[in-house]
């Protein structure tokens, strides 16, 4: 299921709410159109589903992660962040970039681009600690034995209690 995986694992029914207020406003405004940000990837997967599965004539599109100048993507908890951790928070990007510079060499070991990010994200001089850090298959989210299309990368990271999260695909867009 795409809601087990990722946040799933630490927020069990946490979709199934998004998906009723979701179909909610779908069936009261009736869009032809719907926009969710990738930032949160998992539930614009899950939305996606959704809407295929109960055959919802609207078509979903995926926009791209809004970010900080620093490249720390844009959210109400970076508001609750200290000075320190705030200034730290855009190591997740860098970690995340640097995974992805793996990739035009073609490696396919899902370790290889784990460690990578794994090893900037542990770095941090502020406390970050990682929630979970992994690589999934963009449609199916459930994790690959080798990297291939379509792959994204996906964490979650805690600053004391506020928990940051972010992606990246690796390979073309699907």
């Known amino acids: 299921l795409l809601t087990n995986p990722l946040c799933g694992a630490t927020r069990p029914g946490h979709f199934d709410g998004v998906c009723t207020v ?21 539930q614009l997967a899950v939305i996606r589903r959704m809407v295929r599965d109960l055959g919802v004539p609207i078509e979903i599109h995926g926009l791209d992660t809004v970010r900080e100048d620093d490249g720390l993507a844009l959210s109400s908890r970076n508001l609750r962040l200290t000075p320190e951790q705030r200034a730290d928070a855009p190591r997740i990007r860098r970690a995340l970039l640097a995974a992805k510079d793996i990739s035009p060499t073609g490696e396919q070991g899902p370790e290889v681009y784990l460690n990578a990010a794994r090893t900037h994200i542990e770095q941090s001089t502020a406390g970050a600690t990682i929630d979970y850090l992994q690589l999934v298959d963009r449609h199916t989210l459930q994790p690959v034995a080798k990297v291939t299309d379509p792959t994204l990368l996906a964490t979650a990271v805690f600053y004391g209690d506020v928990r940051l999260i972010d992606n990246i695909e690796i390979g073309s867009k699907p």
């Open 22 to 42: 979701v179909l909610k406003l779908i069936n009261l405004l009736q869009p032809d159109h719907a926009v969710f940000g990738k930032k949160d990837y998992q």
